[in-house]
């Protein structure tokens, strides 16, 4: 893509970004409600330490923000490694199959979050 072609799609990547996140909500917050009114408990919850691809504290921060707002999700805290200089999340999750599920659904929301963002549209 050109430099001009990128700088054409950025807001509709945005766009395009804050609708799937709002269907994200939508369908994490139906999942929490069906779990909070019916009988029994079906939440399995958890903790990941989550390497991130985000190169400022920006895109961390929004990323952080993201997790949070979602219903059964929260974020813990970040931190950079010392020798990688990789930011990094601790995410707490009520529904998920492990800490690798975990990691694989916030990664979801970076890969989006990240092309969105970046106006080059590339989340690497």
Known sequence: MTQLTTWLTWPFRLV????WFAKEVIVSNIAVLRDNLTPGQGSTPGIAHVPTRCATDVEVTALAALVTLTPGTLT????IEPQTH??????????SDGPDALRAEVGRIEDRLLHALRRKGDAR
């Open 86 to 95: 990789v930011r990094v999340l601790y995410v707490h999750g009520m529904y």
């Open 76 to 79: 813990l805290g970040t931190t």
């Open 16 to 19: 395009g970004f804050a609708a």
